[in-house]
């Protein structure tokens, strides 16, 4: 009798979605307008206070899906004394595809442009050793850069980027070292077209710069060790534009070096194009940003 008393108050209630704000019925489980899992709102109630947003951001192909996705096991796994714990089952199915495929010798497949197919995680992060931490309720999706990349071109494509990141704390942004290093200019364009966005997302007041620390990475660093020695000289001279944009406009910034792969073999498809696969898990400078956005917030 309870149960059925229970579920009449909740029926024709409606809650605002976490990232969007538009109304749903109680029993959704996704968003009717942006897709993300209705589990966030629900959470944050529980908790009683509201989630605290990083966005990882970058190009297609740059490994965000992997760096996302081995960032969380490593928080789950309470690396550097952070204790993790997921917020709702479907928060671990990113970290538990990435670690399947990487373990089976495959990177895992590209994140399909579709918001409702980007994998969401909640976790709740502290510090284990240190008395009173503060608690930090992180929401973090895996969007796809094609997406990402849609919405920077034509803003409001994909109206829950933009609304996500007008939530977000903090965020990291990752850029392709490798191709840089190589001597490619994409990297340094789209990492300009992504931060000149952001600084229009985030704007404030003429004449200031943008409070929200942006972490930004650079990927695939296995490839460049020397990105490693000095992350901030080599964007200098690599991604020019990129760092003189965040001089400009951006009040706290830093960059990293990360990789996750420790060595790579090649082989082909069934079209005979050249495939890399990784041989082994080893991960580098994962955490140093994540650690670096929350000592700013």
């Known amino acids: 009798m309870a149960t059925k008393t229970a579920h009449a108050t909740t029926k024709g209630v409606e809650f605002p979605c976490l990232i969007c704000e538009a109304k749903n019925p109680a029993d959704a489980i996704v968003c009717n307008t942006c897709s993300a899992p209705m589990a966030l709102i629900q959470e944050a109630v529980i908790q009683e206070r509201d989630p605290c947003i990083v966005t990882v951001l970058g190009d297609s192909n740059v490994g965000k899906t992997v760096y996302l996705g081995i960032l969380l096991d490593m928080l789950a796994k309470r690396a550097d004394d952070f204790d993790a714990v997921p917020k709702g089952a479907y928060s671990v199915n990113l970290q538990h595809t990435v670690v399947s495929y990487l373990s089976a010798r495959q990177f895992p497949p590209k994140t399909a442009v579709e918001v409702d197919e980007w994998h969401w995680a909640y976790y709740q992060v ?17 969007m796809a850069g094609e997406a990402l990349a849609a919405e920077v071109a034509n803003p409001k494509t994909f109206a829950v980027i933009r609304s996500l990141l007008e939530k977000s704390a903090g965020a990291v942004v990752l850029v392709d070292g490798a191709m840089a290093a190589s001597g490619s ?34 990927s695939k660093a296995d490839y460049c060790p020397e990105c490693f020695d000095d992350p901030t000289g080599f964007a200098k001279t690599n991604l020019n534009r990129l760092s003189n944009i965040c001089d400009s406009r951006f009040e706290k910034y830093r960059f990293f070096a990360t990789s996750v792969v420790g060595a ?18 080893a991960p580098r400078g994962v955490l140093e940003p994540f650690e670096w956005v929350l000592s700013e917030l």
């Open 126 to 142: 502290s510090e284990r050793q240190r008395k009173n931490a503060p608690i930090f309720d992180l929401v973090m999706p895996d």
């Open 264 to 281: 790579l073999g090649y082989g082909s498809d069934e079209a005979q194009n050249v495939v890399p696969y990784p041989l082994h898990i």
């Open 185 to 218: 200019a994409h990297p340094d364009f789209f990492a300009l077209k992504l931060m000149t966005y952001l600084d229009g997302v985030l704007q404030c007041k003429r004449g200031e710069k943008v409070p929200t620390p942006v972490a930004i990475v650079l």
